[in-house]
Nanobody
Framework: VQLVESGGGLVQAGGSLRLSCAAS????????VGWYRQTPGKQRDLVAI????????NYAEAVRGRFTISRDDAINTVYLQMNNLKPEDTAVYYC???????????WGQGAGVTVSS
C-alpha cells in the first residue's frame, strides 16, 4: 500500500484547508485510515480515523466539530477537511492505513500545515 498526501500549506487562523490521502496498491487490505499529526519533539497523535467498512469515524477531542474525515472510494482517497484552524493545529499531518497484513500499517510522507495567528 502506498499513501500520498497533499493539500498542506499556510493559512491564517480561522481559515480552512483540506488534506488528501490517495491510496494505491493492495487497498483491499486496509481496515481503516487515520490522520495523525506531529510537532517537533512530540509524539505523533491521532486526529481522526475512518473505517473501511461502514465508514465509522472518530475524532480527537481537540478537533471535534472543526475537522471532518471522509472518503471517496471511487478514487481511493481519504480527506481531512479542517475548518476554523488554530495556531495550535500547526503540525506535520500524516496519513496512516491500518492493515492486518502489516504490523504497524502504512504511512504517508506527511503534509505540513502552518496556521498563523
Amino acid at each position: 500500500v502506498q499513501l500520498v498526501e497533499s493539500g498542506g500549506g499556510l493559512v491564517q487562523a480561522g481559515g480552512s484547508l483540506r488534506l488528501s490521502c490517495a491510496a494505491s496498491g493492495d487497498i483491499h487490505s486496509i481496515d481503516a485510515v487515520g490522520w495523525y499529526r506531529q510537532t517537533p519533539g512530540k509524539q505523533r497523535d491521532l486526529v481522526a480515523i475512518i473505517t473501511s467498512g461502514d465508514g465509522t469515524t472518530n475524532y480527537a477531542e481537540a478537533v471535534r466539530g472543526r475537522f471532518t474525515i471522509s472518503r471517496d472510494d471511487a478514487i481511493n482517497t481519504v480527506y481531512l477537511q479542517m475548518n476554523n484552524l488554530k495556531p495550535e493545529d500547526t503540525a506535520v499531518y500524516y496519513c496512516h492505513a491500518q492493515s492486518s497484513w502489516l504490523i504497524g500499517g502504512y504511512w504517508g510522507q506527511g503534509a505540513g500545515v502552518t496556521v498563523s495567528s
